[in-house]
């Protein structure tokens, strides 16, 4: 009897252990928005402000979620696949517009609910065309608006609003390079214009054991050596893909790629201006690399110029300096073509949501103007706005915004499709083979052409004619 | 000869202490450099120490995480444990029916569906049964794994001890649950300590469910440790100070199991 | 069995208790069975189909696991991880063996020590992947410092394919040897004394000791920590993705991290569910393997050494 009892105190012990580890979800306030948002410096600002002023004003909590960029991706389409009302707003990368639109994750906004209704606040037109098409409407082609031909696309439908805008820009030592005696009239550090000026500068630059003249992020990981890759593939005049064929074998793999490709690999395996482990690297270890004085130049994103000048972080306090990315000197026509990488964020309203008006309030809230300067107007925030009105102001702010907003006609972005994931993989590991000496550059862009080719031809998304 | 025996043998136990702990220290120093000397090369041993990464830290939702993860890994192991022992003492000494082992391979067999496998069905469970985001939910799901491995551990333990002693004891007219709580479950003191510390350390530091399947609420410590990945790279400092918090109790708790598991051992066997 | 008692009060006594076994085996099979059902039945069935992001789910059969036994990535995968799989384990193994035979000594201060190795299984594995991948990183990481010093090149661990490998397997390794330390400890001290006291007055050598007393009572340590280390090291996701992401090329990709791409990148849930099952498949095949290779050799050496277990 006395072990029947103990066994049945013991089942109940495990039961009232058990239970308490059980934990109910609060209950949600009313309108309480939940924004999914990448873990850039204008996260804390925006929460920031939005306790300040959106709150106070509308009433409506605001929470942004930070997440790293992979978890960001993961869970935006854990929320679209499952349905799930988790997130109102996202703050998007722009080449997973289109996965985000196919699999209908995403609310349309050119609507009379939305932009269309009588008493919106903003327009689509409030922001700098060449960032907005490309971040916001779909389908789109990259290229012909970064071409400048947005009048094609004034019909097509706005998922998102351009939110923080971006390109990779050129950082370098301007001490070093005044050192080694690169400068112009003024006796300035004269940045490269040409990819060939680069080389030799950071040749001259690279002392063994010391520091080396340049950096690549060629890291396998997320778009690592594809970000650092493709500006250099553009400026030599070779494309992607052909989006209205949808045709990748010939494109990619065309001789001016395989020749871009070739003189991308030898800063590493022929002249040794950048380390060999940047093969493994990604945007922490280029950013470690520099501020540790480890490297003088290379392609970076604007953004990450602010942390460089914070002594907490940095070494080079003061010594960077700041230009559009070099590109390729025309033989025929002498001029130089540049293309610089893409990356910017776009915000829109998931279709899930149960509190869209409210997320609707907020959009309109933080994309306005009073809100967009408050956010520039902080120093942490290393911010690029979009908006047209606010041109002027943000260039001013420091000297990576000019150059970033400087560089947005050379722009050009991934492929936007809902095959993205796929196709962005085949060529990081191509290209990241090519990068360490392991396949000759021509049969990566082989390869990977072929390997893209099989995506795109199997792809429930092709569109009909293609 | 005996002496040069000796001190080869402390010569090979150091170095294999500092072979295995040495991150540790690498990451206590870190968490006390400044940001700016933690990549510095070469590497910089002398610098002004500074706890503001501990502030920050202990300051921050770290702390949440930390005794949710405590939480969720605690009463997972109790409650695997108790399962566990009684499952594996089941299979030890009443194992001789005909789907013994194809149930104690079915068991183990529950540690082979790599956790990406099942993350997504868990997800639409938990969101149907309303337990997304709760400590229970990663509770129960953490039993899982802890439940089979218990059961495997705790078999072998109790397959070690002789039959006479609960043989003797039931025929002195105890009951089988006595003879078991009384006396084969003390002879496995070893085996339950063993057993406690790998399923807190491996419930402590599980990683993707965790991610995917909690939000806000029930966020425990390896997912908090992620967060510190900002887009410039790793907050080193505060991560390893994050890191050197997380791992102290841990070892604190593994101080006490190890002073089990000797007395255990030597209590238990009668040679 | 003694046959002193009555059968009488012993049967009652059994009769009464009938319920016991049950009582004993039904709680963990009844909240296993409950947890699993859904997920396993949910994931093999996913598996047989096409479900993704923006993709309609339709039943596609076994293309999708056809489809990855025609992957070259798939069999690099596979590779990669059963090389992983078969150095780590092995290693870690060995080396867990010769630690607990040199920490089994009662001198001062090894108790103390002996704690400190049990360090590296407790570290989450992101602190694991991110140090070491700092640690190998040749501009930044002391390993690589060294490597350069001693052989006077510039040793890129993690961008050459082999090294990368070997790296991942040294990094495992460390991580996991004190699990197999710690059981193999605990199984030393199960070891009779009375046993090594009668080998040293036949003058037996170390070897010999070590082979017929020792080796049978770490039997079953032994035999766990193959069995779980396999299982989890077929598995291993966080420090390849952490400190390569499958690179160079794809050079280090393991299973999981193939899952992980279909699953998490791709957003294919059906083809990441396929490539899981034959993870399992793979796991079953290793385990039974690894069962009846230990469960014979263990079963002849009881026969043999007769005294061994006290049974």
């Known amino acids: 009897m006395r072990t029947r009892k103990a066994f049945f105190a013991l089942a109940l012990g495990i039961a009232v252990v058990v239970a308490a580890g059980c934990g109910r979800r609060a209950q949600q306030p009313q309108a309480h928005l939940r924004i999914l948002a990448l873990n850039w410096p204008q996260a804390p600002v925006e929460q920031r402000l939005a306790d300040e002023i959106f709150t106070p004003r509308t009433g409506i909590k605001v929470t942004l979620e930070m997440n790293t960029y992979d978890n960001v991706e993961v869970k935006m389409k854990q929320v679209i696949n499952s349905r799930s009302s988790d997130y109102d707003i996202v703050h998007y990368d722009s080449q997973w517009l289109g996965q985000f639109v196919a699999a209908n994750g995403l609310e349309r906004l050119d609507t009379p609910d939305y932009l269309d209704s009588p008493d919106a606040e903003i327009s689509f037109d409030d922001f700098l065309p060449e960032y907005a098409v490309v971040m916001g409407k779909y389908p789109t082609d990259a290229s012909e608006v970064f071409a400048g031909r947005f009048d094609r696309y004034r019909d097509t439908p706005i998922y998102g609003l351009p939110w923080a805008t971006g390109c990779q820009i050129m950082f370098y030592r301007a001490d070093l390079l005044k050192q080694a005696g690169f400068v112009d009239e003024q006796g300035n550090a004269k940045p490269p214009e040409t990819w060939p000026e680069f080389v030799s500068i950071a040749k001259a630059l690279t002392k063994r054991g010391v520091r080396y003249g340049a950096w690549t992020h060629a890291g396998r990981q997320g778009d690592y050596i594809t970000q650092d890759f493709f500006p250099i593939m553009w400026a030599n005049g070779g494309d992607l893909w052909d989006s209205k064929a949808w045709r990748a074998q010939g494109v990619i793999n065309s001789p001016q790629n395989v020749e871009a490709l070739q003189f991308y690999c030898d800063w590493n395996l022929k002249h040794h201006i950048v380390p060999a482990e940047s093969a493994n690297w990604g945007n922490e270890e280029v950013f470690n690399a520099c501020a540790q004085d480890q490297a003088a130049m290379g392609q970076f994103w604007a953004t990450f110029g602010a942390a460089l000048e914070d002594h907490d972080r940095s070494k080079v306090v003061g010594k960077m300096a700041y230009a559009v990315v070099p590109g390729f000197r025309d033989g025929r026509t002498g001029k130089i073509r540049r293309a610089a990488m893409y990356g910017c964020q776009a915000t829109a309203i998931t279709a899930f949501s149960k509190h869209k008006q409210a997320a609707w309030a907020y959009i309109q809230w933080l994309m306005s103007r009073e809100t967009q300067k408050a956010i520039l107007d902080d120093p942490t925030s290393a911010f690029v706005s979009a908006r047209e009105d606010l041109l002027e102001y943000t260039k001013s702010r420091n000297p990576r915004n000019r150059a970033a907003l400087e560089s947005g006609f050379l722009a050009h972005d991934f492929w936007n499709n809902p095959e993205y994931s796929k196709l962005l993989d085949i060529v990081q590991r191509e290209l990241n083979l090519a990068f360490i000496g392991q396949k000759t550059p021509k049969r990566a862009l082989d390869d990977a052409a072929r390997d893209l080719q099989q995506v795109l031809d199997a792809s429930p998304f092709r569109p009909k004619g293609a | ?271 | 069995m003694s046959a002193a008692a009555p059968p009488s009060a012993m049967q009652a006594a059994h009769q009464r208790y009938r319920w016991f076994p049950y009582a004993l085996l039904l709680p963990a099979l009844v909240v296993l069975v409950a947890l699993t059902i859904f997920p396993l039945v949910f994931s093999l069935g996913v598996s047989l189909t096409g479900y993704g992001l923006g993709r309609a789910a339709g039943f596609v059969g076994p293309a999708n696991y056809a489809q990855f036994l025609r992957d070259p990535s798939f069999w690099l995968a596979l590779r990669n991880t059963l090389v992983i799989t078969v150095f780590a384990v092995g290693i870690e193994i060995a080396l867990g063996v010769c630690l607990a035979l040199l920490f089994r000594e009662s001198l001062p201060g090894f108790r103390a020590l002996s704690l400190l190795i049990f360090i590296p299984m407790m570290l989450s594995p992101l602190v694991i992947g991110f140090f070491w991948k700092f640690m190998f990183d040749s501009t930044f990481g002391v390993l690589a410092y060294v490597t350069t010093l001693l052989t006077g090149r510039t040793v890129s661990w993690l961008t050459s394919p082999p090294l990368a490998l070997a790296a991942i397997i040294i990094v495992d390794t460390w991580q996991w040897t004190p699990f197999a330390f710690l059981l193999t400890l605990a199984g030393l001290q199960t070891v009779p004394p009375q046993l090594y006291e009668a080998a040293s007055l036949e003058r037996a050598s170390a070897w010999m000791r070590f082979r017929r007393i020792t080796l049978p009572y770490l039997r079953f340590p032994l035999l766990l920590a193959v069995l779980f280390r396999t299982i989890d090291t077929v598995r291993i996701f966080d420090l390849v993705y952490i400190m390569t992401g499958g690179g160079p090329g794809d050079a280090t990709i393991t299973l999981s991290v193939l899952a992980y791409r279909y699953g998490f990148q791709f957003y294919e849930v059906g083809r990441a569910a396929a490539v899981s099952w034959l993870i399992v498949v793979l796991i079953n095949l290793l385990v039974m393997v690894l069962l009846s290779f230990m469960g014979k050799s263990g079963a002849a050496t009881a026969r043999s050494t007769g005294s061994g277990r006290a049974r």
Request: hydrophobic share 60%; aromatic share 16%; with cysteine.
């Open chain 2, 1 to 271: 000869m005996a002496r040069l025996k000796v001190i080869l043998k402390y010569v090979a136990a150091l170095a294999a202490t500092a072979l295995f702990a040495f991150p540790l220290a690498w990451m206590f120093l870190t968490s006390i450099k400044p940001r700016v000397d933690v990549f510095a090369k070469p590497p910089v041993f002398i610098f002004t120490p500074t706890f503001e990464n501990y502030s920050r830290v202990l300051d921050s939702e770290f702390m949440l995480q930390l005794l949710n993860s405590a939480i969720i890994a605690g009463i997972s192991t109790a409650f695997s444990l108790t399962l566990g022992a009684l499952a594996a003492y089941g299979f030890s000494r009443y194992g001789r029916f005909k789907r013994a082992d194809n149930l104690l391979f079915w068991i183990l067999s529950l540690r082979m569906l790599p956790p990406i496998a099942v993350v997504v069905p868990f997800y639409i469970l938990l969101r149907w049964a309303h337990l997304f985001d709760t400590r229970f939910a990663l509770i129960m799901i953490y039993s899982i794994f802890n439940i089979s491995f218990a059961v495997w551990l705790l078999k072998g333990f109790f397959d070690e001890i002789p039959p006479q002693l609960e043989e003797s004891a039931m025929l002195e007219g105890h009951s089988p649950p006595v003879v078991f709580l009384r006396v084969a479950l003390p002879m496995v003191r070893a085996g339950l300590a063993t057993t406690a510390a790998f399923c807190l350390i491996q419930s402590l530091n599980e990683f993707l469910l965790a991610l995917l399947l909690t939000d806000v609420d029930a966020v425990t410590a390896p997912v908090g440790l992620a967060n510190f990945q900002k887009y410039f790279g790793l907050e080193w400092g505060q991560f390893a100070a994050a890191a050197t918090i997380f791992v102290v109790p841990i070892i604190f708790f593994t101080i006490l199991v190890r002073h089990h598991l000797v007395r255990g051992m030597s209590f238990g066997r009668m040679g």
